[in-house]
């Protein structure tokens, strides 16, 4: 089996200003966000990367959706590289994180239109993309209302529409249910899983176990920036020890290596 993404050995480092060493309780004035990172993602399954706050998850998603660069290693969405080929990479995939807002002035109706327009979709394909997300999100009624003045579950359902606006091949979705309603994270899970099963290769980060356990086909779990453990759900959680159980085995010893 061919993988859609994969992730070669990358690394990422930030400099660290006084207030930030304050808050990271170090003298360091670096810090090893991601180490080493490998793992590969194939079509039709749900990749999870579970782990920690400050684990390294957002910075493994940014480097693979082009927003930084990784200090060293490569990787590669259906054989384009995102250092050498971020274009290729930007229309191949679809990326939502809660650090990106829209813009409070604009309607829902105007932004689909609007990110249609910049992947070149024609008037035709976009209305029917549109009709189908607003519907399955429930953004319609609330299509000509400005963002600013909608609920942040409902800013959520539009972000997750404008993030598939062109139908991408590869969805990346940063705590994709963060600040949702159980309803509303229901819906949003559910549609992962029927993009999952059209065929769709799909990497979140996440640190709720449950989510996990109900979506995710293989997992990835990081911390302190290095992948100790990627394999199949099927091998993690077992009648012996569940992910829970495995997880806080692993940053236990994670942090007594330390």
């Known amino acids: 089996m061919n993988a859609v993404l994969t992730v070669e050995n990358i690394s990422k480092t930030f400099h660290l200003s006084k207030k930030q060493q304050k808050i990271e309780r170090t003298t360091s004035k670096l810090k090893v966000a991601v180490n080493q990172l490998s793992f590969e993602a194939y079509q039709g399954e749900i990749f ?53 807002k829209l813009e409070d002035f604009f309607t829902p109706n105007y932004l689909f239109d609007y990110f249609s327009r910049l992947h070149d979709i024609d008037v035709e394909t976009s209305e029917k993309r549109k009709t189908m997300l607003f519907n399955k999100f429930g953004i319609d009624q609330f299509k000509e209302v400005k963002v600013g003045e909608l609920s942040t579950g409902m800013k959520q359902k539009v972000q997750i529409a404008i993030a598939l606006v062109h139908d991408p091949e590869v969805i990346i979705f940063d705590e994709p249910t963060n600040g949702l309603d159980v309803l509303t994270a229901k819906v949003v899970t559910d549609y992962l899983k029927e993009l999952r099963d059209a065929g ?24 302190n920036g290095k992948l100790l453990v990627n394999a199949p759900l099927s091998d993690i959680a077992t009648s012996e020890a569940d992910l829970e159980t495995v997880f806080f085995n692993l940053v236990q010893a994670e942090s007594e290596a330390v």
Request: charged fraction near 20%.
């Open 48 to 100: 999870g990367l579970l782990g920690p706050n400050g684990a390294g998850k957002t910075t493994a998603l940014r480097c693979i959706s082009t927003l930084i660069k990784p200090d060293s290693g490569d990787i590669h969405i259906k054989g384009h590289s995102v250092i050498h080929h971020e274009d290729d990479v930007r229309k191949t995939i679809g990326f939502l994180t809660s650090d990106l």
């Open 200 to 223: 769709k290769t799909i990497i979140i980060s996440t640190h709720i176990f449950s989510l996990v356990e109900r979506i995710c086909d293989r997992v990835g779990i990081i911390i």
